[in-house]
């Protein structure tokens, strides 16, 4: 079966300082991962997404990850977080192989992300 | 915004009653997935629509329901409802064959 886990469930970082948000990964199959960005009383949004393609990964609003097989890890960045950036953020994966499972997605609890000023 | 719609926005029922929440899906997509995500918790997929059919389902009960309408929008029903369906439910929509999928901003549901 597979799964994601968030390693932290909070982060609290200052502004500009760099963001680390941790997320690992089991698979029996190379994975399709995301992570997705909540706001309070909005839906979710992609902010990125592997899919076997470059091991790393860019997203939207400065947001990057990288995928690494041997540590089974799919960790999100940021060089210097914004206010606007605090949010809930969660690692998915989708669980089998192939886009026919779009949308069958399995989600991490979530890291909510604290920016300070 | 992403063009997926849900309805109502807020909802407060009584235990054992049944609520039926709807979807509208963004244009020219096929699939709708639905999702719970109770308080402090990620999402968990509770079924997949494609072309009317169900598609796939997690691990709910069958008093989980739903439909899919040619127009591709979609409801979920729920029956018998317990404190525990308290939730935030969310309709994703997709293109079969493609990668995203676009989620609504879900309907809070209360059982009372």
């Known amino acids: 079966a597979q799964s994601v886990t968030q390693l932290d469930s909070h982060v609290s970082v200052s502004e500009g300082t760099p963001v680390l948000l941790r997320c690992n990964y089991s698979s029996s199959y190379s994975p399709s991962l995301f992570w997705y960005v909540q706001h309070p009383n909005k839906g979710l949004q992609l902010l990125l997404k592997?899919?076997?393609?470059?091991?790393l990964v860019k997203g939207i609003n400065g947001f990057e990850a990288e995928f690494k097989k041997s540590e089974t890890s799919f960790h999100l960045t940021k060089p210097s977080a914004h206010m606007s950036d605090a949010a809930e953020y969660f690692c998915v994966v989708m669980p089998l192989p192939g886009s026919s499972n779009t949308g069958k997605l399995i989600f991490g609890q979530g890291t909510t992300l604290q920016v300070k000023p | 915004e992403t063009g997926v719609t849900q309805s109502p926005t807020h909802l407060i029922k009584t235990r054992g009653q049944q609520v039926t929440l709807r979807c509208s899906s963004q244009?020219?997509?096929?699939?709708v997935s639905w999702y719970q995500q109770a308080l402090g918790q990620g999402p968990q997929f509770i079924f997949q629509?494609?072309?009317?059919?169900?598609?796939g389902r997690g691990n709910f009960p069958p008093r989980f329901s739903g439909l899919q309408f040619p127009n591709y929008s979609s409801e979920l029903n729920v029956n018998a409802l317990e404190l525990d369906d308290s939730a935030l439910y969310l309709c994703?929509?997709?293109?079969?064959?493609?990668?995203?999928?676009?989620f609504g901003q879900g309907t809070r549901l209360t059982v009372v």
């Open positions: 629509y494609y072309r009317e059919e169900e598609n």
């Open positions: 244009s020219g997509h096929n699939t």
């Open positions: 994703a929509s997709s293109l079969a064959g493609g990668w995203e999928a676009f």
């Open positions: 592997y899919t076997s393609a470059a091991t």
